[in-house]
């Protein structure tokens, strides 16, 4: 076979979406398990790279859909290295609040690594409702349950904290 033909055997055309997603689903829930058996967030953040990747590939040009799933790699990147060099700064002794608005949310702040997954929580939330495809939103939800998960690990209080933001966020949606 020449060049073209291996190109085209391998595009993303050809991938089984339903079977990819199903795979990244499998890895996340393994990444979940092993990061509350090791009470490591570093595991679940680690394990959802590949649905954030396949997430921000498949993401349509939208409004602002595509910048949201680039946007949600950049930030499990920085997360994962976050945590691997032990990164502390105190965001709310930076901004001199305990809680910031951003984006018409109320986020509350503490140390940056918890930042990261509670941005990855609202951001995939957000990507739920604004992207069309079936396999975009189970992908986000994905994102979303992960976060939730490196969440807990991190500081099971703003994890309460993260878990009202995101069904308040689902009730505003629903009009509840």
């Known amino acids: 076979m020449d060049n073209s033909q291996?190109?085209?055997?391998?595009?993303?055309?050809?991938?089984?979406?339903?079977?990819?997603?199903?795979?990244?689903?499998i890895i996340a829930i393994i990444g979940a398990f092993i990061g509350?058996?090791?009470?490591s967030p570093l595991w679940i953040l680690f394990?959802?790279?590949?649905?954030?990747i396949y997430e921000s590939i498949r993401t349509q040009e939208g409004a602002s859909?595509?910048?949201?799933?680039?946007?949600?790699?950049?930030?499990?990147?920085?997360?994962?290295?976050?945590?691997?060099?032990?990164?502390?700064?105190?965001?709310?002794?930076?901004?001199g609040v305990e809680e910031k608005y951003i984006a018409g949310y109320?986020?509350?702040?503490?140390?940056?690594k918890i930042f990261g997954p509670l941005l990855l929580a609202i951001l995939s939330t957000v990507l739920i409702f604004r992207t069309r495809g079936k396999y975009t939103k189970w992908l986000s939800i994905i994102i979303a349950i992960g976060s939730?998960?490196?969440?807990?690990?991190?500081?099971?209080?703003?994890?309460?904290?993260?878990?009202?933001?995101?069904?308040?966020?689902?009730?505003?949606?629903?009009?509840?």
């Open 6 to 25: 291996n190109k085209e055997k391998f595009s993303l055309d050809s991938l089984n979406p339903t079977g990819v997603c199903t795979l990244v689903t």
């Open 36 to 39: 509350l058996a090791t009470k």
């Open 65 to 95: 859909t595509k910048f949201s799933s680039i946007l949600l790699l950049v930030i499990l990147v920085l997360e994962i290295f976050l945590i691997i060099f032990n990164v502390n700064f105190d965001l709310a002794g930076f901004f």
């Open 148 to 176: 939730l998960v490196a969440i807990y690990l991190i500081n099971p209080y703003f994890f309460q904290e993260a878990l009202k933001l995101i069904i308040n966020s689902l009730f505003d949606r629903f009009s509840f």
């Open 47 to 52: 394990f959802l790279l590949p649905a954030t």
């Open 106 to 112: 109320t986020l509350p702040l503490g140390d940056i």
